[in-house]
Antibody, heavy 127, light 107 residues
Framework: QVQLVQSGAEVKKPGASVKVSCKASGYNFTSYVIHWVRQAPGQRLEWMGWISAGIGITKYSQKFQGRVTITRDTSASTVYMEVSSLRSEDTAVYHC????????????????????WGQGTMVTVSS | EIVLTQSPGTLSLSPGERATLSCRASQSVSSSSLAWYQQKPGQAPRLLIYGASSRATGIPDRFTGSGSGTDFTLTISRLEPEDFAVYYCQQYGNSLTFGGGTKVEIK
């Protein structure tokens, strides 16, 4: 069974960092690209960045460049997303997402439609 | 950045009716790299359509995607009770952005 399982909810103070994990199972982890998408209350979905699970290259949305770091541990089939210098506006549900097949990718081979999603991790930033 | 504008914001319909949702892009979406998702409260989005018109695995044929360039449409031919949800479009041909969503509610 193909699935992405994320770590649990977090409560952080402004200025702190948070690291969310996303463990993949049931498919060839290193063959695909895993993305992070967040959804703040009442807001649209927002793409944050991706990592190529096999070779480890990353790309970030300009909005999050310098404040978000995505890494992976291939031995654990797990991707991590860390956000630093948290502020109240970072309160959101954070999802990892990935296509399970090459048919979902665009021509670049990195951006895609996502048929697999993690269950979401609620991150609350509050003093 | 490509901005996606969805309309209407809310669609009030009865089960059995036809739903037509619009997604307009601020510039042309390359290779028809446009997807549609359904999201219910407390759940992750569910992929319905990719490549503007291809149904994802397991998606009923009452869901149809169409369009190209800057104008895309998701049609639900006959609404089932489980179809009342929020629908998002997403473009993935030039970085990745999402629309603001259309809520399909029971009239």
């Amino acid at each position: 069974q193909v699935q992405l399982v994320q770590s649990g909810a977090e409560v952080k103070k402004p200025g702190a960092s948070v690291k969310v994990s996303c463990k993949a199972s049931g498919y060839n982890f290193t063959s695909y690209v895993i993305h992070w998408v967040r959804q703040a209350p009442g807001q649209r979905l927002e793409w944050m960045g991706w990592i190529s699970a096999g070779i480890g290259i990353t790309k970030y949305s300009q909005k999050f460049q310098g404040r978000v770091t995505i890494t992976r541990d291939t031995s654990a089939s797990t991707v991590y997303m860390e956000v630093s210098s948290l502020r109240s506006e970072d309160t959101a549900v954070y999802h990892c997402a990935s296509p399970s097949s090459w048919v979902y990718y665009d021509r670049s081979g990195y951006f895609a439609a996502f048929d697999m999603w993690g269950q979401g991790t609620m991150v609350t930033v509050s003093s | 950045e490509i901005v996606l504008t969805q309309s209407p914001g809310t669609l009030s319909l009865s089960p059995g009716e036809r739903a037509t949702l619009s997604c307009r892009a601020s510039q042309s979406v390359s290779s028809s790299s446009l997807a549609w998702y359904q999201q219910k409260p407390g759940q992750a989005p569910r992929l319905l359509i990719y490549g503007a018109s291809s149904r994802a695995t397991g998606i009923p044929d009452r869901f149809t995607g169409s369009g190209s360039g800057t104008d895309f449409t998701l049609t639900i031919s006959r609404l089932e009770p489980e179809d009342f949800a929020v629908y998002y479009c997403q473009q993935y041909g030039n970085s990745l952005t999402f629309g603001g969503g259309t809520k399909v509610e029971i009239k």
